[in-house]
């Protein structure tokens, strides 16, 4: 999948100096990475991000770094120390399982799941949550330096998707690493954020775009469909893309292209704001087998008339 992603915000790292943090995580975000919610900066009962956007949900205490499927968390994805320091507390025995499933055990407050925390000097400390059992590689008193691994991306505790949710704290107090000054509210004036590096805003995206004969199950999309083998004997073609982030209102146009030009090409008013969610469009084959060649499936996020992102799927049928 090839992808063209709008930046809304780019923001300018910390300054040298001061407390700042590397991403806590072993990828590229917006390739085969993510940022699926934010840290709630609503001090009533609606949910905010620190741009005053919907990238988040009530309560939500730090930033989720997401990976696509099941299939990725299962390759290993490494989590990694976003700052140097010592490791506090660990845990590494909870199973991964979304806590929806009926199998999943009750949580008894271990809504972290599998994960660590890690003292820094002045007052900071970072925390890492929903990692996957077992692959935690450090215990309470190690010195950890940045980027260090301290274990994979996991399914653990409270979540419903694989990621590694990163907490920071100064003297006890919930710190957003995008807006540290920003006093619990989006509306605060901005300020330089921790990353040490420059991390991009993006208010929602594609996860994933592919083409198939016919509409998969969400639940098999979530774990992670392998490439289909497709000839120009399929009964049906059909484009489905996986997203995140979308805002009741938001625009979905799949379009597909073959040797010939256009099969179809169809856009969709999204009527929720969703986490994640997927949508699927396609037609039958013609009566004589589809023309071999080059096949080529856009989808596009638009929102208020300006395209959020857009993804780009290539496939030979032969």
Same mark, same amino acid.
């Given at each position: 999948?090839?992808?063209?992603?709008?930046?809304?915000?780019?923001?300018?790292?910390?300054?040298?100096?001061?407390?700042?943090?590397?991403?806590?995580?072993?990828?590229?975000?917006?390739?085969?990475?993510?940022?699926?919610?934010?840290?709630?900066?609503?001090?009533?009962?609606?949910?905010?991000?620190?741009?005053?956007?919907?990238?988040?949900?009530?309560?939500?205490?730090?930033?989720?770094?997401?990976?696509?499927?099941?299939?990725?968390?299962?390759?290993?994805?490494?989590?990694?120390?976003?700052?140097?320091?010592?490791?506090?507390?660990?845990?590494?025995?909870? &199973?991964?399982?979304?806590?929806?499933?009926?199998?999943?055990?009750?949580?008894?407050?271990?809504?972290?799941?599998?994960?660590?925390?890690?003292?820094?000097?002045?007052?900071?400390?970072?925390?890492?949550?929903?990692?996957?059992?077992?692959?935690?590689?450090?215990?309470?008193?190690?010195?950890?330096?940045?980027?260090?691994?301290?274990?994979?991306?996991?399914?653990?505790?409270?979540?419903?998707?694989?990621?590694?949710?990163?907490?920071?704290?100064?003297?006890?107090?919930?710190?957003?690493?995008?807006?540290?000054?920003?006093?619990?509210?989006?509306?605060?004036?901005?300020?330089?954020?921790?990353?040490?590096?420059?991390?991009?805003?993006?208010?929602?995206?594609?996860?994933?775009?592919?083409?198939?004969?016919?509409?998969?199950?969400?639940?098999?999309?979530?774990?992670?469909? &392998?490439?289909?083998?497709?000839?120009?004997?399929?009964?049906?073609?059909?484009?489905?893309?996986?997203?995140?982030?979308?805002?009741?209102?938001?625009?979905?146009?799949?379009?597909?292209?073959?040797?010939?030009?256009?099969?179809?090409?169809?856009?969709?008013?999204?009527?929720?704001?969703?986490?994640?969610?997927?949508?699927?469009?396609?037609?039958?084959?013609?009566?004589?087998?589809?023309?071999?060649?080059?096949?080529?499936?856009?989808?596009?996020?638009?929102?208020?008339?300006?395209?959020?992102?857009?993804?780009?799927?290539?496939?030979?049928?032969?």
């Amino acid at each position: 999948m090839i992808r063209t992603t709008l930046i809304l915000l780019v923001l300018t790292p910390a300054k040298a100096g001061a407390f700042d943090l590397a991403l806590p995580v072993a990828c590229t975000l917006g390739q085969d990475c993510f940022i699926q919610q934010y840290m709630d900066l609503d001090t009533g009962p609606g949910a905010a991000d620190f741009t005053c956007g919907p990238l988040s949900y009530d309560g939500h205490s730090g930033t989720d770094f997401a990976v696509p499927s099941l299939a990725a968390m299962a390759s290993g994805v490494d989590v990694l120390a976003s700052a140097p320091g010592v490791v506090k507390g660990v845990r590494d025995d909870m &199973p991964d399982i979304r806590v929806s499933d009926p199998a999943a055990p009750p949580l008894d407050g271990k809504d972290c799941g599998n994960g660590l925390v890690i003292a820094h000097e002045g007052g900071w400390e970072t925390q890492y949550c929903h990692m996957k059992r077992g692959s935690l590689q450090v215990a309470p008193g190690d010195k950890v330096t940045t980027g260090q691994v301290l274990g994979e991306v996991g399914l653990s505790g409270n979540t419903e998707f694989p990621h590694v949710h990163l907490s920071v704290r100064r003297n006890g107090a919930a710190v957003d690493p995008f807006q540290p000054d920003a006093a619990n509210s989006c509306e605060a004036p901005d300020g330089p954020p921790l990353w040490s590096i420059e991390v991009p805003y993006t208010p929602g995206g594609i996860i994933a775009l592919g083409l198939a004969t016919d509409v998969p199950e969400f639940a098999a999309i979530k774990t992670g469909l &392998p490439e289909a083998t497709l000839t120009t004997a399929a009964p049906a073609l059909v484009l489905w893309s996986y997203y995140f982030g979308n805002r009741a209102g938001d625009e979905l146009s799949l379009s597909l292209y073959g040797p010939a030009g256009e099969i179809f090409s169809r856009t969709v008013v999204l009527e929720r704001t969703q986490a994640q969610a997927f949508r699927a469009t396609g037609k039958r084959a013609p009566a004589e087998p589809w023309p071999s060649g080059r096949y080529t499936g856009e989808a596009t996020l638009t929102r208020d008339g300006a395209v959020i992102d857009k993804a780009v799927f290539v496939t030979l049928l032969y």
